[in-house]
């Protein structure tokens, strides 16, 4: 299994940037979870997002709800993190994980995406 996230960069507080994460060597099942963490400097990894493959249904962090929206394409087996309204204290290393089976143990993990912003 191999997730490959792109799309970060640098982008100053207000404005917007689109992750992706490309998943493949995956067998999805309708238990298939794709989530995104975060995790900043010197803090722990954070939740940011996730949503059911087949099903669509979405949950997010206190932190980003109403800023981020989190999406999938199946034909593409490409999940999107729309980030929005964007602030300093979004900066940091984006991850996209894989829950295989809603147990809420991530079992595969991207190399990251560094987000910042500036004030």
């Known amino acids: 299994v191999r997730l490959v996230e792109s799309g970060g960069g640098l982008v100053q507080g207000g404005g917007s940037l689109r992750l992706s994460c490309a998943a493949s060597?995956?067998?999805?099942?309708?238990?298939?979870?794709l989530a995104w963490f975060r995790q900043a400097p010197g803090k722990e990894r954070e939740f940011v997002a996730r949503?059911?493959?087949?099903?669509?249904?979405?949950y997010y962090g206190d932190s980003v709800k109403g800023r981020f929206t989190i999406s999938r394409d199946n034909a593409k087996t490409t999940v999107y993190l729309q980030m929005n309204s964007l602030k300093p204290e979004d900066t940091a290393v984006y991850y996209c994980?894989?829950?295989?089976?809603?147990?809420?143990?991530?079992?595969?993990w991207g190399q990251g995406t560094q987000v910042t912003v500036s004030s």
């Open positions: 060597g995956l067998t999805f099942s309708l238990s298939t979870t």
């Open positions: 949503i059911n493959w087949f099903g669509g249904s979405t």
């Open positions: 994980a894989v829950d295989r089976d809603r147990d809420a143990n991530y079992d595969y």
